[in-house]
């Protein structure tokens, strides 16, 4: 039978959710959770799929679904999953244009996600070479992708030997089979890496001495000094930078978005949120901050999730290390009344390995890693202030 396909190479699924939606909860549902293809959806049958595994292992293998399953102890992490071009949008408005599909703050979700853990397979089928040369491959061969014939990443074999990295060969996202947008019936999950690594309908894993050769490994998802401006000089640099592995510390402001008009609360408070997210292992976030005068001074905002109490803890700072945190920041009256079209409230994190978000990044021609400060600006603040008599009234 002919494989289902959703969707087309010319025309592949890319769609992110609104803001506020996005920041709502702290695991983001599947529907909510943003899609990024490079080809159609593939629709696999499970009970007839085999994932292959090859290369430099003592035995190759076919393994189902069910055996994937059944035969293997089943783990669960809670990671950010991100694309490389998330914020691309304020890269190209606020620095200079950029190459690539125009992201605005969307392109990530917080899921947890279930399955073997991949250093448990790789052990039991022998490896036959030395984790320092190693890398691992993950392809899809499903279907044809926009710059290559299959889609492929890989990261370094040391990596994924280390149990405590938690790679997992994902069944389920949020304790549900994965949907077919996601990867159904299986991909893998690397935990403070990139979402481009993550490959979706994995079909294949390949133990190798070098990188994967895919397009996306070596010709997309690097970050290209400032000087390559043309898609021509980039060709001769691709294979000089390496390939993006973890992704920088973030923050961003979900809401008040950009041009709109906003209620402030009855107090005169006006509610900010966002998300924000660690550096590569280096999580759980653990301050963030905002200004509403260009950095002059900046104020704490609550994480509101995961709570206060867990990330204090070991315990909690190991389960949430590769996650995003929620934050609020409640913005008392007297710093609501200052705010005029010009104001531009920021936001920056510090995470526990103590990196902070700066103000400003280097531009690259592909837009990728963007993670200037998070930044909400153009607003126009209606308050709900007390009547003389008592009664609530809109004055603007
Ligand atoms: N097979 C396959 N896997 C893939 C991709 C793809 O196009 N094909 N895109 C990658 C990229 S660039 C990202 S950011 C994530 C997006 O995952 P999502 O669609 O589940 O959000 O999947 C990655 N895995
Ligand atoms: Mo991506």
């Known amino acids: 039978m002919q494989l289902q396909l959703e969707y087309s190479v010319e025309k592949p699924l890319n769609r992110e959710p609104p803001m506020r939606e996005l920041v709502e909860s702290f695991i983001t549902t599947a529907d909510t959770a943003y899609d990024r ?24 293998a076919q393994l189902s679904i069910e055996s994937l399953r059944k035969d293997y102890q ?22 200079k244009e950029v190459d690539g599909i125009d992201w605005n703050d969307g392109a990530v979700c917080n899921c947890t996600w279930r399955g073997p853990l991949l250093a448990d397979v790789l052990v039991r089928l022998g490896l036959t070479i030395k984790t320092d040369v190693g890398h691992v491959h993950f392809n899809c061969s499903q279907t044809d992708v926009q710059d290559d014939s299959y889609y492929g ?10 149990k405590t990295k938690k790679i997992i060969l994902a069944l389920d996202m949020n304790d549900e089979p994965l949907n077919v947008n996601h990867g159904f019936p299986i991909r893998v999950v690397m935990p403070g890496i990139a979402g481009a690594r993550w490959t979706k309908w994995l079909d294949r894993i390949l ?23 043309s898609k021509a000089q980039a060709l001769e640099y691709w294979p000089k930078i390496p390939a993006i592995q973890g992704l920088p510390i973030n923050s961003v402001v979900a809401y008040p978005e950009p041009g709109t008009a906003h209620v402030a609360g009855e107090n005169g408070e006006l509610e900010v949120c966002g998300y924000a997210l660690p550096q ?54 007297p710093q609501v009344s200052k705010i005029t079209r010009d104001t531009k409230i920021w936001s920056r994190a510090k995470d526990l390995g103590g990196n902070m978000q700066d103000g400003t990044v280097p531009w690259n021609f592909r837009g990728v890693a963007y993670n200037a400060y998070g930044e909400t600006e153009n607003l126009k603040v209606m308050g709900v202030e007390r009547m003389p008599n008592g009664i609530g009234g809109l004055k603007l």
């Open 280 to 333: 590569a292992d280096d999580g759980p976030v653990v301050k963030v901050e905002v200004s509403s005068d260009k950095g002059a001074t900046w104020d704490e905002a609550e994480i509101v999730y995961p709570a206060k109490e867990e990330l204090a803890t070991p315990e909690g700072q190991e389960m949430y290390k590769w996650g995003w945190v929620i934050w609020k920041y409640k913005m008392p009256k």
């Open 207 to 229: 133990v190798k001495k070098c990188e994967s050769n895919n397009f996306y490994m070596q010709r997309d998802y690097k970050i290209l000094p400032p000087c390559v401006t």
């Open 153 to 162: 990443s890989s990261i370094p074999l040391e990596r994924c030997l280390d």
């Open 74 to 95: 089943q783990h669960t992490v809670i990671a950010a999953l991100q694309c490389a071009g998330n914020r691309r949008h304020t890269m190209r408005t606020k620095v």
């Open 37 to 60: 293809n490079h080809g159609p959806l593939p629709h696999i049958d499970a009970t007839t799929f085999r994932l292959h595994i090859d290369g430099n292992v003592a035995r190759s």
